[in-house]
């Protein structure tokens, strides 16, 4: 895949850009080497004055980059501009919390037969970071941030259709005073990360993206022994039950398909609808998708923009034509509009079965497929009938049945009345499929860190306190 800029609106190429050679690449990794020197020595609240010095550059910045990801990948500048603005609340969030995410850890010393003993969280080193193109700045700041709190540097193998995006995120972090090579953008193709996940100097990895690229990643870090993160993508289900707020579910649920054009991970895809409330509710599903604006995702007006890529929207018909010609339903859209740009209409498909792609596949674009359940046992059958297990949306009034939703689907995140999102504070991944690691919260910062265990016996307590800060 070329490395360049190509509007999703129209399909013209802006922009093209020559990949690293290995040369470049050698260097890029030394001076990440290099930046790891000297960040791993500073402190938490000198990390943390440029980590906020980091965020006020995006706020001061937030058109000029939320206008630059809207041209990249085709999401609406409104949902641009609060991308911007999560990433910076994300840098405060971690400029605020790392010292505490990673102190030390103490143990009776008693117990261990020790005058001192503690668990102590260290940085590991270069970490290479590769990340899809559907939330190109905060997917990349969820690790750059924690990771160069931690003292890590981050090498970032961005989406090769979101370059621009990359060389902003690979000077943000030097323009806001850490050490040069802290975090830098490589322009590479997919065929460079085994060569770079191998070098030595590069510690672990981390990767948002498809479940045959977290495969081939994990294969590459087993062989070199590395740690890794892998987010990898969802399938998620939106449960809705008899005592439900059925027009409050039906709204978080328009919204839930088609945020960032229905290019999200943890976008709601499968609809388990109980028999008793079933036609309510998915008729005013219909009503609501169907209300949706698509049109230039510059416009304060449009709801929903183009799909990011050509390749993306030729998926999403294709499995769309393999849903009807088994037999479903399509009650609104379903067909992609003639003319330039690669846009695909709100679409609801009702009578899915087993045999359909979509009940097995993910489906990454403004399409929602809807069963019916006859008990809160099928509908929670159906939700863990996936290989994937990212996030899990359940809407019910019965604290029983919310009790046993959160023990019983399988997912990452489980969100009761209302719509799975990221949080800074609280830990974000999935389980079967969906990958494994957590990113955000004190769980995402430490796993770049290695947890040494520290044991001072007597003899050398006084030099030892006197030695440390």
Request: aromatic share 8%; proline share 5%; charged share 20%.
């Amino acid at each position: 895949m070329p490395i360049a800029t190509t509007n999703p609106v129209t399909g013209e190429v802006l922009k093209t850009f020559e990949p690293l050679t290995d040369q470049q690449i050698d260097e890029a990794i030394g001076r990440s080497v290099a930046g790891f020197r000297a960040l791993r020595d500073t402190s938490f609240e000198q990390r943390a004055t440029w980590m906020r010095a980091a965020a006020d550059l995006l706020d001061a910045e937030q058109d000029e980059v939320g206008a630059l990801m809207t041209q990249e990948m085709g999401k609406t500048f409104a949902a641009a501009k609060a991308e911007v603005t999560k990433c910076a609340n994300g840098c405060r969030f971690y400029a605020g919390h790392a010292e505490q995410f990673l102190a030390d850890e103490p143990v009776e010393p008693s117990s261990v037969g020790a005058a001192q003993a503690y668990a102590r969280y260290q940085p590991l080193g270069p970490v290479l970071a590769v990340m899809p193109w559907n939330f190109p700045l905060w997917q990349a700041m969820r690790f750059a941030a924690p990771a160069l709190m931690a003292g890590n540097t981050g090498l970032l193998k961005h989406a090769s259709n979101v370059p621009q995006t990359a060389l902003y995120l690979g000077e943000l972090f030097t323009r806001a005073g850490f050490p040069p090579g802290a975090f830098q953008a490589l322009l590479v193709g997919s065929d460079a990360v085994e060569t770079i996940l191998s070098d030595p100097r590069v510690r672990a990895a981390t990767l948002t993206g498809s479940e045959n690229a977290g495969r081939s990643i994990a294969a590459i870090a087993g062989r070199e022994l590395k740690k890794t993160v892998l987010e990898l993508g969802g399938s998620d289900p939106f449960l809705v039950l008899p005592t439900a707020d059925l027009d409050r579910a039906a709204q978080v649920a328009t919204t839930s398909r088609c945020q960032n054009n229905g290019q999200s991970c943890i976008a709601a895809k499968r609809f388990i609808v109980h028999t008793d409330v079933y036609d309510q509710f998915v008729d005013t599903f219909v009503t609501h998708m169907s209300a949706l604006t698509v049109g230039d995702p510059m416009m304060d007006t449009t709801d929903v923009g183009p799909l990011a890529t050509r390749q993306g929207r030729e998926d999403v018909e294709a499995q769309v034509a393999d849903a009807v010609g088994k037999g479903a339903t399509v009650r609104c859209g379903g067909k992609a509009p003639e003319g330039d740009g690669w846009w695909y209409p709100p679409t609801v498909i009702t009578d899915v079965t087993r045999d359909m792609r979509m009940f097995t596949e993910e489906v990454f674009g403004p399409v929602a497929a809807v069963y019916r359940a006859d008990s809160m046992d099928e509908a929670i059958e159906l939700a863990n009938a996936t290989s994937y297990g990212l996030g899990a949306n359940a809407w019910t009034d019965d604290p029983q049945e919310q009790r046993r939703l959160v023990n019983e689907l399988d997912a990452g995140a489980v969100f009761i009345n209302g719509m799975v999102t990221s949080y800074p504070q609280l830990p974000f991944g999935g389980v079967k499929n969906s990958g494994y690691g957590r990113e955000l919260s004190a769980a995402g910062i430490r796993e770049f860190c290695n947890l040494k265990s520290v044991w001072i016996g007597e003899s050398g307590r006084a030099d030892i306190d006197a030695a440390t800060e």
